[in-house]
């Protein structure tokens, strides 16, 4: 017989449970604890090593207060939801977005906004860098 083998779904929702906790501040070793597992068992989700069980699955969702419907592909939104999901996996999106959502002034807000959009545009034109060595 042979042994059961993770799938492309496993790795999504791995993926999902790991934007979603970090989105909720929540360290592996909490997550665990409060699920009833080690954090290297939450690793292993994440990364989609293991299987995440139905039950275990929904407590996860309930901590994470999303519904279990989160952690796998929303087709019918036209990609909204894997979009999202696909943002918040890069580095420094969550601590962006968390320290944005702190800014309470609106103006201030709006001028983030204009200076992230205008990195990113500068990003997409820059040149790459060249290391220069003093002889």
């Excluded at 009833?36 to 989700?45: A, E, P």
């Amino acid at each position: 017989m042979m042994p059961k083998q993770t799938t492309d779904v496993d790795r999504l929702v791995g993926l999902r449970i790991t934007a979603l906790r970090k989105a909720r501040g929540l360290s592996q070793t909490a997550l665990g604890t409060a699920v009833g597992v080690t954090f290297q068992q939450v690793q292993k989700y994440e990364k989609g090593q293991n299987r995440v069980g139905a039950g275990r699955l929904r407590e996860i969702s309930r901590l994470l207060e999303v519904p279990v419907s989160a952690f796998f592909e929303d087709d019918d939104a036209g990609g909204t939801q894997s979009d999202v999901f696909g943002f918040l996996s890069a580095q420094g999106a969550i601590e962006l977005l968390r320290a944005y959502a702190l800014i309470e002034d609106d103006q201030l807000r709006r001028d983030v906004l204009a200076i992230v959009r205008t990195a990113a545009k500068m990003g997409k034109h820059a040149e790459p860098a060249v290391a220069v060595v003093a002889e």
